[in-house]
């Protein structure tokens, strides 16, 4: 049983005035705080026992003491959907049952997390639940955020009725959802790859092969299909001619997420790594729905990588990696980059998601992938612009910073890379053909 | 070609930067460093928008606490306000009948700087602040005057240590058993001002709550009724186990009396059982005896046995 400060200060008060009535000898002082303590008493006394238990998954209240051991006040939660995009909605169903004969007076609060914000409904109940009864409790809670979340555990108070004293349980009630980072509907992206693969996809690279785009004309070859043969061609030259098509491809291509403490310079909603895992899931939907094959790697502290592969499978399991992305750790590009390049085919387009920042390997690191002849795009959310945003940047830093900014995508693009300082508000699309040098 | 570039000065590198004025000097992140503003203040969309009580509104309100000012009272608070207006009257009534400016501290110092009106009109404005104060934070659900009111009111309360002068006024009874009862009376009257016009500020808080959706509420009524109930029997319960307290002296001679009537007379007539060490006897039997049902967790049995009587 917890005290709350209204009753900590009544027994404050009434032991002062029965000590000082003891000293002074004064019976009417210690009335008073007789009476006080007496009130105090019977209120604790009245306080009912907040006897829970639960039912659901994690089930781990280990702790059990008489007031679980009675196993009256049973909770149970359902969710609609446990994925969602970001902004996207979710309705939370809470049973709360009362498996008592007596009736109870409850304050129900289902902890969620913080970030998420109560749509509809309300997620802390004030309720009188008659025995043997139960009662059910919905709201919605809207996502901003990409994340693994957890709605629960359910706190359960009861309290007297004067709130002098109150007793709280937790009920072990956990339910998980994952919220992936919005995507934005591209139409093209303007990159493909250098190299034919084995598969044929929807895609077209500049090598002859089979595919359906026209590509040139050549002599006929005994063993070429009788369908290829251009007879308008044969007429005007003379000799028998074939049409030869651009061979559609797949396209082996490579996101690389960077998610060092450094990305996530800004508010909680507007910084680097919130920005490049929308363009990253944003681009993953895109090319795989072209049937290309799609891998990512993120880095901060470690380096994860998802292989490249293709299909709707393929696209949840890039958008959970994204979803799960967190900021931490420095390690530098390069040694990303020593790392996956012996596994990538070369010419395949690599895309950078990086604000570039704190990284002295990048020029190296992107020097070597030009030198491999891979198709390097780099889109930089800046940081600068986030926080110059939110004022925690004065007009002089930030424009010494971003001279330096300036000069390093300078140098990039003199690499051979396709650079796009890419700032917050700008669309993906307009930063994908900016960096395309469209 | 150089009349094209707005030249401001030697350093001036705007034409490098589409039209952008920008200090041409070498970049130095020291120097820079030196000028970014190193504020730690959190931006505004990471802080969730969560009420944080303050002192008074935990001290008022308990768990549920709205974020906003209070709506116009609903029936539940002016019920609440009309018992506290008339439990604060009678309090005041009381409070005036009890307690005679002899004996106070602002009594001492009006008759040590020989203007003994001065203790009297002290002892009126302290009651005057109490009351006053205390009409008005009912009224308004001011909860800082309310605060004020009761600091007011155990003011005038602590009084009673200053003398052995019972009461104020001669009107009031001579018999012991009548003054304890007076007492206690004064005393209720005096907690269940503070809980009611707590109340006044918890069921504000709550209906408020209620009707900007912080909180929903399932069976206000009852949660209601319930309060009622408990309001009338709380304080006729304390009051009933202060009585037996503070009459111990007379209830341990009539216990003994039962089997020794000389010892019951020397009881009765001990001057360490009627003093106030009598009183504090009493409260260690009275409180030892609830402490021992506390220990053996009674309310927890009392509640499995109801609900194992409800089962069959």
């Known amino acids: ?438 | 070609m150089a009349d094209d570039i707005n030249v401001e000065g030697a350093s001036d590198t705007s034409h490098l930067y589409d039209g952008k004025t920008v200090r041409s000097s070498a970049p130095s992140r020291k120097k820079a460093a030196g000028r970014i503003k190193s504020s730690t203040e959190i931006p505004k969309d990471a802080i969730p928008e969560v009420h944080v009580p303050s002192w008074i509104e935990s001290f008022f309100g308990g768990p549920i606490v709205s974020s906003m000012k209070f709506l116009p009272a609903n029936k539940t608070v002016t019920n609440l306000q009309i018992s506290s207006a008339m439990c604060l009257t009678l309090l005041t009534a009381l409070t005036l009948l009890f307690t005679p400016v002899s004996g106070t501290a602002w009594f001492a110092l009006a008759n040590m700087l020989n203007i003994p009106i001065l203790g009297g009109a002290i002892h009126i404005l302290i009651m005057v602040i109490g009351s006053v104060g205390g009409a008005y934070g009912i009224f308004q659900r001011d909860q800082r005057a309310l605060l004020v009111s009761y600091v007011a009111m155990i003011l005038v309360t602590l009084r009673f240590a200053g003398s052995k002068v019972e009461f104020g006024f001669d009107v009031l009874p001579e018999a012991e058993v009548l003054q304890k009862i007076l007492l206690i009376a004064y005393a209720l009257f005096l907690v269940m001002y503070f809980e009611l016009t707590n109340g006044i500020i918890r069921f504000s808080m709550l209906d408020t709550s209620i009707r900007t959706g912080e909180v929903y509420v399932m069976g206000e009524g009852k949660i209601i009724r319930q309060y009622y109930r408990e309001i009338g029997i709380t304080p006729v319960v304390a009051g009933i186990v202060a009585l037996l307290t503070l009459l111990i002296n007379l209830i341990i001679p009539a216990m003994v009396g039962l089997f020794d009537d000389v010892q019951a007379n020397r009881l009765s007539e001990s001057v360490e059982l009627t003093s106030v060490y009598g009183v504090a006897l009493g409260t260690a039997m009275v409180f030892t005896v609830i402490a021992a049902a506390f220990a053996v967790n009674l309310p927890l049995r009392i509640q499995q046995m109801q609900e194992g009587r409800a089962d069959k």
Request: net charge positive.
């Open chain 1, 1 to 438: 049983m917890a005290w709350s400060r209204k009753s900590a200060m009544f027994a404050a008060l009434a032991v002062a005035m029965y000590l000082l009535g003891l000293v002074l000898r004064n019976q009417q002082l210690v009335t008073v705080a007789v009476v006080l303590l007496s009130f105090l008493t019977y209120a604790a006394f009245r306080t009912t026992h907040a006897d829970v238990a639960s039912s659901g998954r994690r089930m781990n209240d280990t702790n059990s003491d008489a007031g679980v051991a009675l196993q009256s006040i049973v909770a149970m939660r359902k969710l609609s959907q446990a994925r969602v995009f970001e902004d996207g909605e979710i309705d939370v169903v809470l049973r709360i049952q009362n498996r008592s004969t007596l009736s109870k007076v409850l304050e129900v609060r289902d902890r969620v997390p913080e970030v998420m914000r109560i749509k509809k409904g309300a997620n802390y109940v004030l309720m009188e639940l008659g025995g043997r009864k139960e009662t059910e409790i919905s709201y919605t809670i809207e996502s901003p955020l990409r994340g693994f979340y957890t709605v629960g555990p359910v706190c359960v108070r009861v309290q007297d009725a004067f709130g002098l004293f109150h007793n709280e349980r937790e009920i072990q009630l956990y339910d998980d959802f994952l919220v992936f980072p919005k995507m934005e509907d591209i139409k093209d992206a303007l990159i493909k790859s250098r190299v034919p693969k084995i598969f044929t996809g929807a895609v077209n690279i500049r090598n002859p092969g089979e595919g359906s785009n026209f590509y040139n004309l050549r002599e006929y070859i005994p063993g070429d299909p009788m369908k290829k043969v251009n007879w308008k061609a044969w007429a005007r030259s003379g000799k028998m001619m074939v049409n030869e098509y651009e061979r559609d491809a797949v396209s082996d291509i490579i996101l690389i997420i960077d998610s060092r403490a450094v990305s996530e310079t800004g508010p909680v909603s507007r910084n680097s790594l919130v920005y490049s895992t929308r363009a990253a899931a944003s681009l993953a939907q895109y090319f795989l729905s072209r049937r290309d094959s799609v891998g990512l790697v993120t880095y901060g502290d470690e380096i994860v990588s998802v292989d490249r592969d293709t299909g709707k499978k393929q696209l949840y399991v890039l958008l959970t990696k994204l979803a799960g992305a967190m900021a931490k750790g420095n390690t530098p590009l390069k040694v990303v980059t020593n790392r996956i390049l012996p596994h990538i085919n070369r010419g395949s387009p690599i895309i950078l998601l990086s604000p570039l920042e704190d990284d002295p390997t990048v020029i190296d690191a992107v020097r070597d992938l030009r030198a491999r002849n891979f198709d390097v795009t780099i889109l930089s959310p800046s940081s600068l612009e986030f926080e110059f945003d939110a004022r925690r940047l004065d007009r002089t830093g930030y424009e010494v910073l971003k001279t330096e900014r300036d000069i390093l995508i300078g140098e990039l693009r003199g690499l051979g890379a396709n650079v796009m300082d890419w700032e917050p508000d700008m669309m993906l699309v307009t930063a994908l053909a900016g960096a395309r040098g469209f």
